[in-house]
């Protein structure tokens, strides 16, 4: 075996399940609510069975918002369990180059930016920058290829979903882990759990750390244990986006509304949601779409 191949074999995640070992955090850092359009999982429920399953902290990153993150933490404080659950502020930005993750943000950074300028503005909040889900071609709002290799030769990505929970194929998991040690860039698994079944499919064993400098301090220490969800966990988001559009028009509550960024949300309300073409859905006798994954 070549130095090269070595090296690749070491990069290459591998699905793993069971105990974590005894270091004290067990965190996931891209979890939605029904902050996100496509979610419907409300705080208090988010948080029980985030306990239940071991998490301690967690990021909150709700599509093109911070404030779904901030009704999570603060409900956490109300409840009193602020010493068992930390909630880092997080959002998943649409920028015109693809998604991108902020952690640790103080507030929204808004939609269509490119990917260059909102790493700068998540990096001016003292934040720290994910790439999630980056060569899933199932979803296109993954980051382009471009602007991902500009933003890594440029030093500006702090970590890179090399596992993602939601990805349908292992070999676009495999890629990511890649492109990541290409890089010399920390990796982590992620859940993107839009659903109380999704939470804790993704766990990161860290060190403890408690501000942005000293997650990036640990991230080369991290142990992931992970799991990929169904392929058909993608059916739930469309139909979070459907019930919260009938809410909205019935004049119930939805926390969508008002916090879509500076797009107003009766635009947004009328893009169209479409189903699925086949060319869109992982070949199920593809051997890398074993539906044995939980």
Request: proline share 7%.
């Amino acid at each position: 075996m070549t130095a090269a191949s070595a090296a690749a074999s070491r990069a290459r995640p591998r699905e793993r399940t069971g105990g974590i070992n005894s270091r004290p955090v067990c965190a996931d850092f891209h979890i939605h609510t029904r902050f996100s359009r496509d979610s419907i999982l409300s705080e208090e429920k988010f948080i029980r069975v985030a306990l239940e399953r071991g998490l301690t902290h967690v990021a909150v990153t709700n599509h093109n918002n911070v404030e779904g993150a901030i009704a999570v933490r603060d409900k956490v404080a109300e409840l009193g369990l602020g010493d068992q659950l930390i909630v880092i502020l997080g959002e998943e930005v649409s920028t015109s180059d693809g998604e991108i993750v902020g952690l640790f943000l103080e507030h929204t950074i808004p939609r269509g930016l490119s990917a260059d300028e909102t790493t700068d503005a998540i990096h001016a909040q003292g934040g720290l920058v994910s790439i999630p889900h980056p060569f899933d071609p199932f979803r296109q709002s993954h980051i382009r290829p471009g602007p991902l290799v500009a933003l890594a030769q440029a030093g500006k990505i702090d970590t890179v979903e090399v596992f993602n929970s939601r990805v349908s194929l292992q070999r676009h998991n495999l890629r990511a882990a890649e492109f990541a040690a290409e890089h010399g860039i920390p990796g982590i698994a992620a859940s993107d759990s839009h659903s109380s079944f999704e939470i804790a499919m993704s766990c990161n064993v860290l060190p403890q750390f408690a501000t942005a400098r000293e997650l990036k301090a640990v991230l080369p220490q991290n142990e992931w244990h992970a799991s990929r969800s169904t392929v058909f966990i993608h059916l739930t988001t469309r139909w979070a986006v459907w019930s919260n559009l009938l809410r909205k028009r019935l004049g119930r509550e939805t926390a969508t509304a008002p916090v879509l960024g500076p797009e107003a949300p009766a635009r947004v309300e009328q893009e169209p949601i479409h189903a699925p073409q086949p060319a869109e859905l992982p070949n199920p006798d593809d051997p890398d779409a074993s539906a044995d994954r939980g």
